[in-house]
Nanobody, 125 residues
């Protein structure tokens, strides 16, 4: 699976962005998909995950209520709608695919087998 993230950019605090992640391959619908981010000098952190069907989602506390993850299996694409952005949301955002199917560990970086190249989100104050 190859993943291509897009949609990053510069936005003012309080603004919105929608990230997209397009996947190649015919098995996209069988993967748990996740979004992570990494700010300069910090470790990569979990943001959100969505089950293969889209029926289950989970979010980091830092983004709960502001970000929404969704997927369109017909288009092999997962999205991250980001609202009420804050300067501390500034980071490179990565999408990732998880083959394991284990929902209890979807927040763990090591559970993800494939990663996109990242897209930079910068939120100005």
């Amino acid at each position: 699976v190859q993943l291509q993230a897009s949609g990053g950019g510069l936005v003012q605090a309080g603004g919105s962005l929608r990230l997209s992640c397009a996947a190649s391959g015919r098995t996209f619908s069988s993967y748990i998909m996740g979004w992570f981010r990494q700010a300069p000098g910090k470790e990569r952190e979990f943001i959100a995950a969505i089950s293969w069907s889209g029926g289950n989602t989970v979010y980091a506390d830092s983004v709960k209520g502001r970000f929404t993850i969704s997927r369109d299996n017909a288009k092999n694409t997962v999205y991250l709608q980001m609202n009420s952005l804050k300067p501390e949301d500034t980071a490179v955002y990565y999408c990732a695919a998880n083959r394991s199917g284990r929902w209890t560990t979807v927040m763990r970086v090591y559970e993800y087998d494939y990663w996109g190249q990242g897209t930079l989100v910068t939120v100005s104050s």
